[in-house]
């Protein structure tokens, strides 16, 4: 690994600690580098705040040596006025003279834009180093401004004989197959993500929250599938804890393509990152319209004998991990 890809990982590493809170922007990282040695560091601040380049910038003590320096970032220096001004113009206006750069941003709003403001500017530009690392750390984004609908994740937990709830029960309230450790995993997984969907059943059967409270952090939108409006706004999931979006027949066709059309009105609330936590049938949904990108799958130690069966999908498994009891296997859409 050469000096320009250690300091892009390093980027990617710092890129992380805005997981959740960037979005919709993209959780950017950047590195300051004078004479082989990291004079600074920034991320991309909440969603109205700096970007990581001005972070990184703000962050060196000794402005002078800007002149003297390269600034490495995870993703192409924006060149359009949004919240804030553009990042190509403050690394310009600091004369720093070397930029290297992770990957291009598809966005149209800059897509080489940022690039050719700073060769015109004089700037020495290397592009591509680490490249597909990169575009993996900016996925969610990508995805959004490239498919035009969230970078999508579907997650279940089923039993070991392969049923996600059982076939009746007492309580309006969940069955719980995994462990309280993986349960605090999923709300992790809700501050990272800008939404979460359910369908009716789900909410009619367990009357979940859907907000973060087994973890610290942003509660998700709440995305609810009510196809006829029968849902009561007295449920959990219609609380003041955090922004729900109702999806019914007003809003949209079910009759088919109902996964695209989903994504068409997310696509339009600007969300760029989705779990579907259940239940089987709208899982499914998404699952027969090919439209996901990752599924994370626990697996408890209990068995109900029959129930609900778990959905039915193909995909490329790329970890697996025990969680004491439970087993989380995580795919990609092949």
Known sequence: MNNHEIYIKRCIEIAKNGLGSTRPNPMVGSVIVHKNKIIGEGFTSAYGGNHAEVNAINSVKDKSILKESTIYVTLE?????????????????????????GCIDDNIQVAGKGVERLKQAGSNVIVGVLENECKEHHKRFFTFHNKKRPYIILKWAETVDGFIAPE??????????TNEFSRQLVHK??????????????????????TVRDWTGQNPIRIVLDKDDKLSKGLNVFNNEAKTIAISKKNIDYSKNLAQHICDILYTNNINSLIIEGGSKTLQTFINENIWDEARVFTGVMEFKNGVKAPEFSGVLISEEKILTDTLRIYKND
Not at 168 to 177: A, D, F, G, S
């Open 77 to 101: 220096p924006c060149s359009h006025f949004g919240k804030t001004p553009p990042c190509s113009d403050l690394i310009i206006k600091r004369q720093i003279p070397n930029v290297v750069i």
């Open 168 to 177: 009746t029960k007492n309580e309006q309230k969940p069955v719980w197959i």
């Open 189 to 210: 997984w809700r501050v990272e993500e800008q939404a979460v969907l359910v369908g009716t059943n789900t909410v009619l059967q367990d009357n979940p929250s859907l």
